[in-house]
């Protein structure tokens, strides 16, 4: 029903990210499934037939997702209708007649910046206790945590990095974020200094390859989002014993540090790489929370 014709329309003309390339895909393939289920007849041949009752039916065919991943299903379907009703292969958008489900705002997850530190300069809490090996794989699981906390990079970002990316002279890094656009960071002493060992560590392997990755495997491969998630998770279980730990709570850790030391919010938006403030905004609710924690215990009525 037309979505190879999608597919290529926001992979090429829009210039969305594989993952969400990926994701829109998804989300429609599964809805075509549900019009039309493999074992039995086809009844909906065009997308001129569906109707936002078949929609609606969908959206509320699986009780266990949150209002938030509804949501999220059908805003792709109104991208979806948007581009047939442009291309003139349908007369009416069906999604129209559907509003979004409520859903709550969660704050966004973050660990404690003091113990991130703490762990980035190999101690935990009171004790001097080495957290990353000397090894290459120790170097590398570092600058992972370091590049993510330090410049608040997405987990599509950072695998995305190639070397020529670094400028040492400038002490910056450029980002290729969400539709190819792209943004310069800067990058503190720490990470610059944590960059070159993690770069002469990986000459020192002598990798018989030709990875176009910054970081890699410790066979010397093109890293991935998996790898990356999973030395995320294998270093904050350290600090933290929240479900979330992921690379995008070290985003959210970075974002949320830079507003409590006093950035200005438009700053963080360009760090950030987001369309609109509004996206940034978020983080000045954590910020809130935090004044009345501190509230709460400093003030003798609190």
């Given at each position: 029903?037309?979505?190879?014709?999608?597919?290529?329309?926001?992979?090429?003309?829009?210039?969305?990210?594989?993952?969400?390339?990926?994701?829109?895909?998804?989300d429609l393939e599964q809805f075509m499934r549900f019009l039309n289920p493999p074992d039995?007849?086809?009844?909906?041949?065009?997308?001129?037939?569906?109707?936002?009752?078949?929609?609606?039916?969908?959206?509320?065919?699986?009780?266990?997702?949150?209002?938030?991943?509804?949501?999220?299903?059908?805003?792709?379907?109104?991208?979806?209708?948007?581009?047939?009703?442009?291309?003139?292969?349908?007369?009416?958008?069906?999604?129209?007649?559907?509003?979004?489900?409520?859903?709550?705002?969660?704050?966004?997850?973050?660990?404690?910046?003091?113990?991130?530190?703490?762990?980035?300069?190999?101690?935990l809490d009171k004790e001097q206790l080495p957290v990353f090996s000397d090894d290459f794989?120790?170097?590398?699981?570092?600058?992972?945590?370091?590049?993510?906390?330090?410049?608040?990079?997405?987990?599509?970002?950072?695998?995305?990095?190639?070397?020529?990316?670094?400028?040492?002279?400038?002490?910056?890094?450029?980002?290729?974020?969400?539709?190819?656009?792209?943004?310069?960071?800067?990058?503190?002493?720490?990470?610059?200094?944590?960059?070159?060992?993690?770069?002469?560590?990986?000459?020192?392997e002598n990798f018989h390859n030709n990875s176009l990755t910054f970081l890699v495997t410790?066979?010397?491969?093109?890293?991935?989002?998996?790898?990356?998630?999973?030395?995320?998770?294998?270093?904050?279980?350290?600090?933290?014993?929240?479900?979330?730990?992921?690379?995008?709570?070290?985003?959210?850790?970075?974002?949320?540090?830079?507003?409590?030391?006093?950035?200005?919010?438009?700053?963080?938006?360009?760090?950030?790489?987001?369309?609109?403030?509004?996206?940034?905004?978020?983080?000045?609710?954590?910020?809130?929370?935090?004044?009345?924690?501190?509230?709460?215990?400093?003030?003798?009525?609190?």
């Amino acid at each position: 029903m037309f979505l190879g014709k999608f597919i290529q329309y926001i992979q090429y003309e829009k210039r969305y990210s594989p993952h969400t390339v990926s994701a829109y895909q998804s989300d429609l393939e599964q809805f075509m499934r549900f019009l039309n289920p493999p074992d039995e007849e086809a009844t909906i041949t065009h997308p001129e037939e569906i109707t936002h009752h078949d929609i609606r039916n969908w959206m509320v065919a699986d009780e266990t997702l949150a209002p938030r991943s509804v949501n999220r299903k059908l805003a792709t379907l109104r991208k979806y209708f948007k581009f047939l009703l442009q291309e003139g292969d349908i007369k009416a958008n069906p999604t129209s007649r559907l509003t979004a489900l409520k859903a709550p705002k969660n704050l966004p997850s973050v660990v404690e910046s003091k113990k991130l530190t703490d762990m980035l300069d190999g101690k935990l809490d009171k004790e001097q206790l080495p957290v990353f090996s000397d090894d290459f794989e120790g170097i590398r699981d570092k600058t992972v945590i370091e590049l993510l906390f330090g410049t608040g990079m997405r987990l599509a970002e950072i695998v995305g990095v190639k070397e020529s990316d670094i400028n040492f002279y400038e002490n910056t890094i450029k980002v290729l974020g969400k539709r190819n656009k792209q943004r310069i960071i800067p990058l503190n002493n720490e990470l610059v200094t944590q960059l070159k060992a993690y770069i002469a560590a990986k000459e020192s392997e002598n990798f018989h390859n030709n990875s176009l990755t910054f970081l890699v495997t410790t066979k010397g491969d093109n890293v991935y989002p998996k790898l990356i998630y999973l030395i995320v998770q294998k270093y904050l279980s350290n600090i933290s014993t929240q479900n979330k730990k992921s690379p995008h709570v070290l985003r959210h850790t970075f974002a949320t540090t830079l507003l409590n030391n006093g950035a200005d919010l438009n700053a963080i938006k360009e760090l950030l790489g987001h369309a609109n403030l509004s996206a940034t905004q978020i983080y000045t609710h954590n910020s809130v929370e935090r004044l009345k924690s501190i509230y709460k215990q400093a003030h003798p009525k609190g």
